[in-house]
């Protein structure tokens, strides 16, 4: 990395270019333009801006005060297109010869996932998963402190977990607006999930985090992300599936001695692929 006022080439000139010659707006317009930005941006580029609020953190700490786009890329496991791509959502192209600000680019991307809010974390159901959640130190950390915890089991009601009492599931609603919960973590069975998130959001909850398997009906105001770590594990076995097939079709490509082809224009090889792809699946 960098220290501030190093030479870094950022290699996106034309949209640095652009940011030289727009023209300055006034305060009023910068923030609905802001919001708009903010609309249009991919969920999936809303995801890897937390990844680059995560890295630009560390280089922070390190009192690193700029960074270009492809060190930042290479901190965060993207490409440095991508990457520049990404930040173009939130009007931030750096600055040609210098990168990013480190300092400022911290700033629009909080801006950005509303991390400049207040917030404050409850989480219900205090089994093995809620217990870790609710140890957590990288929740308070990034701007996350858990505040309430609940549970059923009149044997932890009263205890602390993470130097927090458990309250009982009754108390969710009083206990929420009390403390000005912002997000919900749901990590109870199934059994009763939507009772929990019924209560959460009388409770002035607008964002629930769900780690119980089962889809969640709330008003059209709060969001909800559901985490399903079995599915995630299927996707991570769909991909690594798919590789040893690509990588297997290599093999018999290239070491195959091709003959005519066979029913439906396909070629000998290509059909023997093809099951095999299909049994594996």
């Known amino acids: 990395m960098t220290a501030h006022g190093a030479?870094?080439?950022?290699?996106?000139?034309?949209?640095?270019?652009?940011s030289r010659t727009e023209p300055k707006q006034s305060p009023a317009v910068e923030v609905p333009a802001a919001r708009e930005r903010a609309r249009a941006i991919p969920e999936a580029a809303v995801a890897r801006l937390a990844v680059y609020l995560?890295?630009?953190?560390?280089?922070?700490d390190q009192n690193v005060g700029t960074v270009s786009s492809d060190e930042l890329a290479?901190?965060?496991?993207?490409?440095?297109?991508?990457?520049?791509?990404?930040?173009?959502y939130i009007g931030s192209y750096g600055?040609?010869?210098?990168?990013?600000e480190v300092a400022v680019l911290i700033g629009q991307i909080e801006r950005t996932l509303g991390l400049t809010r207040k917030h404050s974390v409850a989480v219900v159901g205090i089994g093995n998963l809620g217990h870790a959640l609710a140890n957590?130190?990288?929740?308070?950390?990034?701007?996350?402190?858990?505040?309430?915890?609940?549970?059923?089991?009149?044997?932890?009601?009263?205890?602390?977990?993470?130097?927090?009492?458990?309250?009982?599931?009754?108390?969710?609603?009083?206990v929420c607006a009390d403390r000005e919960v912002t997000i919900g973590v749901i990590a109870t069975p199934v059994q009763g999930a939507q009772e929990v998130c019924d209560r959460l959001v009388a409770g002035g909850v607008t964002c629930i985090?769900?780690?119980?398997?089962?889809?969640?009906?709330?008003?059209?105001?709060?969001?909800v992300r559901k985490v399903d770590l079995a599915v995630e594990?299927?996707?991570?076995?769909?991909?690594?599936?798919?590789?040893?097939?690509?990588?297997?079709?290599?093999?018999?490509?290239?070491?195959?001695?091709?003959?005519?082809?066979?029913?439906?224009?396909?070629?000998?090889?290509?059909?023997?692929?093809?099951?095999?792809?299909?049994?594996?699946?």
């Open 136 to 174: 957590y130190g990288g929740f308070p950390s990034r701007g996350f402190p858990v505040s309430a915890l609940f549970d059923l089991d009149p044997d932890l009601i009263g205890v602390p977990v993470g130097g927090i009492p458990v309250n009982h599931i009754d108390d969710i609603v009083e």
């Open 7 to 18: 030479d870094v080439q950022d290699g996106d000139g034309q949209a640095e270019a652009e």
């Open 233 to 281: 594990m299927q996707i991570l076995s769909f991909h690594v599936a798919r590789r040893q097939q690509e990588a297997a079709g290599r093999s018999e490509v290239d070491g195959a001695d091709i003959g005519p082809p066979g029913p439906g224009g396909q070629v000998p090889g290509e059909i023997g692929s093809a099951d095999r792809m299909v049994e594996r699946l």
């Open 95 to 100: 600055t040609r010869g210098v990168g990013y």
């Open 54 to 60: 995560r890295a630009l953190s560390g280089l922070a």
């Open 74 to 88: 290479v901190a965060a496991g993207v490409n440095s297109a991508k990457l520049r791509k990404d930040l173009s």
């Open 209 to 223: 985090l769900n780690f119980a398997p089962v889809v969640l009906q709330v008003p059209e105001d709060v969001e």
